[in-house]
Antibody, heavy 122, light 107 residues
Framework: EVQLVESGGGLVQPGGSLRLSCAAS????????MDWVRQAPGKGLEWVGRIRNKANSYTTEYAASVQDRFTISRDDSKNSLYLQMNSLKSEDTAVYYC?????????????WGQGSLVSVSS | DIQMTQSPSSLSASVGDRVTITCRASQSISSFLNWYQQKPGKAPKLLIYAASSLQSGVPSRFSGSGSGTDFTLTVSSLQPEDFATYYCQQSYITPRTFGQGTKVEIK
């Protein structure tokens, strides 16, 4: 059974940093691209970014709203995905979801974690 | 960025109704269109990918159609567990933008 479990969320002051982790199991993690998606309270879904697999040089892409502040990384030996968030702003307050790209070439997010809440407030 | 516009933003329907939600892209995205269902307090769930392919395990009352810029999600006979918010997402280019969501409520 595919499972994605996020951790590391919490309350942080504006300008602060936080790192989210996502533990993956039930599939060959190293084969898949992985994405982060967020959802502000009461709002819709916003794509944050993605990291490709080793075969594609672990390249990353980001939404403009987080470019240069957020960094996505992965450790295939630990089946783990990370989101390093720096220079946090109040508008970064959201539930952050770890998602798996199914790998079909259609860039489909077929499994989602339960989400981790990040609150940015003084 | 490609803008995704869903309509309606919300709708009220009864069990057994046929429900259609539309999603329009600001430019052609071929068939790179996915639909997700989200229930309160839960993570989104993939329903339809590549515009019309049903995700494994999803009931056949859900169907998707369209290509280019105009897409639809149809629920042929609404069930109590289908009351939720539905999002379309384009996976044609980065950033992979979502529609604003359509909330399906009980009439």
């Amino acid at each position: 059974e595919v499972q994605l479990v996020e951790s590391g969320g919490g309350l942080v002051q504006p300008g602060g940093s936080l790192r989210l982790s996502c533990a993956a199991s039930g599939f060959t993690f190293s084969d898949h691209y992985m994405d982060w998606v967020r959802q502000a309270p009461g709002k819709g879904l916003e794509w944050v970014g993605r990291i490709r697999n080793k075969a594609n040089s672990y390249t990353t892409e980001y939404a403009a709203s987080v470019q240069d502040r957020f960094t996505i990384s992965r450790d295939d030996s630990k089946n783990s995905l990370y989101l390093q968030m720096n220079s946090l702003k109040s508008e970064d307050t959201a539930v952050y979801y770890c998602t798996r790209d199914r790998g079909s070439g259609w860039y489909v997010l077929d499994y989602w974690g339960q989400g981790s809440l990040v609150s940015v407030s003084s | 960025d490609i803008q995704m516009t869903q309509s309606p933003s919300s709708l009220s329907a009864s069990v057994g109704d046929r429900v259609t939600i539309t999603c329009r892209a600001s430019q052609s995205i071929s068939s790179f269109l996915n639909w997700y269902q989200q229930k309160p307090g839960k993570a989104p769930k993939l329903l339809i990918y590549a515009a019309s392919s049903l995700q494994s395990g999803v009931p056949s009352r859900f169907s998707g159609s369209g290509s280019g810029t105009d897409f639809t999600l149809t629920v042929s006979s609404l069930q109590p567990e289908d009351f939720a918010t539905y999002y379309c997402q384009q996976s044609y280019i980065t950033p992979r933008t979502f529609g604003q969501g359509t909330k399906v409520e009980i009439k």
